[in-house]
């Protein structure tokens, strides 16, 4: 009975789908990036993980210029490489070939170790 408690208790807690109506999980790894300084480009690979309770037509589509990185048939999971090359964070739709909205996102985050120094205006000030 315990042990019945216990893995309902983990089951509910700990699973995290990204659409709790479709049962769509998406995952960036890693979905964090850090720079030494703000503004520089972040150079890094990652890996983008989706799984959906049925198989289905489905793409991985950028938010922000709706540019579609892999599409799949018929499929109910998938694996995508991600050459990321940005100095700015990046959403990321799985959507449905057919609909063509948002099922579930993932956003790929910029974060620097040091803010970009600002000039103050009166440097030229002595007093």
């Given at each position: 009975?315990?042990?019945?408690?216990?893995?309902?208790?983990?089951?509910?807690?700990?699973?995290?789908p990204a659409?709790?109506?479709?049962?769509?999980?998406l995952?960036?790894?890693?979905?964090?990036?850090?720079?030494?300084?703000?503004?520089?480009?972040?150079?890094?690979?990652?890996?983008?993980?989706?799984?959906?309770?049925?198989?289905?037509?489905?793409?991985?589509?950028?938010?922000?210029?709706?540019?579609?990185?892999?599409?799949w048939?018929?499929?109910?999971?998938?694996?995508?490489?991600?050459?990321?090359?940005?100095?700015?964070?990046?959403?990321?739709?799985?959507?449905?070939?057919k609909?063509?909205?948002?099922?579930?996102?993932?956003?790929i985050t910029?974060?620097?170790v040091?803010?970009?120094?600002?000039?103050?205006?009166?440097?030229?000030?002595?007093?």
């Amino acid at each position: 009975m315990f042990a019945l408690v216990l893995s309902c208790w983990a089951s509910f807690c700990c699973a995290q789908p990204a659409n709790h109506a479709n049962n769509i999980v998406l995952r960036a790894k890693p979905q964090q990036c850090v720079v030494l300084n703000e503004g520089q480009a972040c150079h890094k690979t990652i890996r983008i993980y989706w799984q959906a309770n049925k198989p289905g037509d489905y793409c991985l589509v950028i938010s922000k210029n709706k540019t579609q990185l892999q599409c799949w048939q018929a499929a109910a999971q998938g694996v995508y490489q991600l050459a990321f090359d940005s100095s700015t964070s990046l959403p990321i739709y799985l959507i449905e070939s057919k609909q063509q909205a948002p099922m579930a996102s993932v956003n790929i985050t910029v974060s620097w170790v040091y803010e970009a120094r600002r000039e103050s205006r009166a440097s030229w000030r002595l007093f």
